[in-house]
T-cell receptor
């Protein structure tokens, strides 16, 4: 079955450590996204990538880094510079980011990774 | 910052009652999408509205896009326990390529 796989489901980080969240998709989608979900704040965009080897910052990119070396993979690193990393992280993908008629392709989400600080 | 506001944050209804969530943007939107996230799950795409004043229906769900393309609503008629979850709107401002999500409305339904 095609889909998006995020791993691990739960992750714990010690103070001062970097940690990398995995996101893999076999939908052949060009665009991939990382969101952070906190209670009462909805989904906030961290980074997105429209093509391989290219990515853009979202609203809350500080303390995070990404790479897009392969179309299928878009890992997110939460660095020690992120002061409040405890959250639920969602990865998503879409066929293409935007169309000329004003529409956007639907985003398909993974099951998420819940990150906690020890 | 957040450009798409969604209200209410929470809504608790008795099964059979109607439910509405509203989405408002400070800027004109190219389109608006609606997603549903079941408890413990991930957001799932429901529908997209693109045209000014557009109305779309999916069974008991009615979606509207305002004439000015700055607001939208999702109305559920005669809620059922299967409607439980958080409903998100997401809009793309004309001057942006990325979708901006609202904070979501969490719906609970009492049998």
């Amino acid at each position: 079955d095609g889909g998006i796989t995020q791993s691990p489901k739960y992750l714990f980080r010690k103070e001062g450590q970097n940690v990398t969240l995995s996101c893999e998709q076999n939908l052949n989608h060009d665009a991939m996204y990382w969101y952070r979900q906190d209670p009462g704040q909805g989904l906030r965009l961290i980074y997105y990538s429209q093509i391989v080897n290219d990515f853009q910052k979202g609203d809350i990119a500080e303390g995070y880094s990404v790479s897009r070396e392969k179309k299928e993979s878009f890992p997110l690193t939460v660095t020690s510079a992120q002061k409040n990393p405890t959250a639920f992280y969602l990865c998503a993908s879409s066929i293409e980011p935007a169309a000329l008629d004003g529409s956007n392709q639907p985003q398909h989400f993974g099951d998420g990774t819940r990150l906690s600080i020890l | 910052g957040q450009q798409v506001m969604q209200i209410p944050q929470y809504q608790h209804v008795q099964e059979g009652e109607d439910f509405t969530t509203y989405c408002n943007s400070s800027t004109t939107l190219s389109n608006i999408q609606w997603y549903k996230q079941r408890p413990g799950g991930h957001p799932v795409f429901l529908i997209q509205l693109v045209k000014s004043g557009e109305v779309k229906k999916q069974k008991r769900l009615t979606f509207q896009f305002g004439e000015a393309k700055k607001n939208s609503s999702l109305h559920i008629t005669a809620t059922q326990t299967t409607d439980v979850g958080t409903y998100f709107c997401a809009g793309r401002p004309y001057n942006n390529n990325d979708m901006r999500f609202g904070a979501g409305t969490r719906l609970t339904v009492k049998p």
